[in-house]
């Protein structure tokens, strides 16, 4: 019998709760994009997971009937590309009947969208976030760096539409000199149609993309910006622990979002925990190592003991290191890449 209990909602030692899980089902990509997997480190030659490192669906989904037992709401999968996982769906038709969860989505590049979402939706998913970082053909192509067009992602985005997978969200990941000059022109595109776009700070996940800090384009200005062109203003947030900071038309004509890890932290609502594709578990999206959940699931531990190790984690979690970001702490120390926990 799988493991149930009421109300076990964990705290960490800020007393902030353990509500979202987001699970990483691999830590390939067919796209190379040059915040994330640049193609100089992720080449030919780069050794991903094997298949008997990965958990499998059944590991993933015993983990998450006990996360939800311990008050995890949320299950987001992410990846690497969650789409080049083989028969995902059959993933989502496990989580979807784990009871007490109240969300289950997946983040995607969006280039397998067309031929999938419409079976994702069957699955069991509810709704999908897709990452795209300009309109403008060259300068994506050179962002992903694999060729992909604008065109594919938005037939992909339509067609989760048409399946259904309702509301979407578009991700930007906005790096200065590189994007930032058509953030008006997303906006645009997506204002009025429904879609949330939500602008991302380019943060300093893992050590390989070659973060600087003068490459950053702060939420203020991110702001400053669209509001000359499509004035906005500042909403409130729907929850606690809300990632992005959320603003919305003057006019009506919906709402847009900014991630601002770098210029305004918000550790202190954080309520993620990620998993990795190979079972660790990290308590921070900067966190330089996990806590092994593979094998004491493939050593004989019962539900009750992943659960009692899962609260020692989290009971003791302290992390804050978008609070705490020096010049000095970006460099001291090996991160996960981003690429293997999803964002």
């Given at each position: 019998?799988p493991y ?10 800020r007393?902030?709760p ?11 990509c067919n796209?190379?994009?040059t915040?994330?997997?640049p193609?100089?480190?992720f080449?030919p ?10 958990l499998?669906y ?5 983990l998450?009937?006990?996360?939800v037992?311990?008050g995890?709401?949320k299950?987001?999968?992410t990846?690497?590309?969650?789409l080049v996982r083989?028969d995902?769906p059959a ?7 784990i009871?007490?969860?109240?969300d289950?989505?997946?983040?995607t ?6 031929q999938q979402?419409k079976?994702?939706?069957?699955a069991?998913l509810q ?17 992903n760096?694999v060729?992909?067009p604008v065109?594919?992602v938005l037939?992909?985005i339509?067609?989760?539409r048409?399946?259904?997978?309702w509301?979407?969200k578009?991700n ?14 997303l906006?645009r595109?997506f204002?009025?149609?429904g ?7 380019f943060?300093?996940v893992g050590?390989t993309?070659g973060w600087k800090?003068d490459?950053v384009?702060?939420l ?6 669209i ?6 203003e500042?909403?409130e ?6 990632v ?6 003057l006019?009506?004509?919906?709402e847009?979002?900014f991630i601002?890890?770098?210029s305004?932290?918000?550790?202190g609502?954080?309520t993620l925990?990620r998993?990795?594709p190979e ?19 493939r050593d004989?531990s019962?539900d009750?003991?992943l659960a009692a ?7 003791v979690?302290d992390d804050r290191y978008?609070?705490m ?9 090996a991160r996960?890449e981003m690429?293997?926990?999803?964002g």
């Amino acid at each position: 019998m799988p493991y149930a209990v009421v109300d076990m909602t964990l705290f960490d030692a800020r007393q902030r709760p353990l509500r979202d899980l987001r699970i990483s089902v691999t830590d390939r990509c067919n796209f190379r994009c040059t915040y994330c997997m640049p193609k100089e480190i992720f080449g030919p030659d780069h050794a991903f997971l094997q298949r008997d490192e990965l958990l499998s669906y059944e590991e993933i989904t015993r983990l998450a009937r006990i996360f939800v037992s311990q008050g995890i709401e949320k299950i987001r999968l992410t990846g690497g590309e969650p789409l080049v996982r083989r028969d995902l769906p059959a993933l989502i038709e496990q989580l979807r009947t784990i009871p007490g969860l109240q969300d289950l989505t997946l983040t995607t590049n969006g280039s397998l969208l067309r031929q999938q979402a419409k079976r994702l939706k069957e699955a069991g998913l509810q709704r999908i976030t897709v990452s795209l970082d300009a309109l403008d053909d060259a300068t994506f192509k050179r962002m992903n760096d694999v060729g992909v067009p604008v065109a594919t992602v938005l037939d992909g985005i339509e067609a989760a539409r048409e399946a259904g997978l309702w509301p979407i969200k578009v991700n930007a990941v906005v790096e200065r000199g590189v994007n930032d000059a058509g953030m008006v022109d997303l906006a645009r595109h997506f204002k009025g149609t429904g879609v949330i776009l939500r602008f991302i700070e380019f943060m300093d996940v893992g050590t390989t993309n070659g973060w600087k800090l003068d490459r950053v384009v702060p939420l203020r200005e991110m702001a400053d910006r669209i509001n000359a062109d499509l004035p906005i203003e500042p909403a409130e947030a729907n929850y606690r622990g809300e990632v992005a900071k959320r603003w919305r038309y003057l006019d009506g004509s919906g709402e847009i979002g900014f991630i601002s890890s770098i210029s305004q932290p918000f550790c202190g609502d954080c309520t993620l925990a990620r998993l990795s594709p190979e079972g660790e578990l990290f308590t921070c999206l900067f966190a330089a190592r996990g806590h092994d959940f593979r094998s004491r699931l493939r050593d004989g531990s019962s539900d009750d003991d992943l659960a009692a190790y899962l609260a020692s984690v989290w009971r003791v979690r302290d992390d804050r290191y978008s609070e705490m970001r020096t010049a000095e702490t970006n460099a001291a120390a090996a991160r996960v890449e981003m690429s293997h926990i999803g964002g």
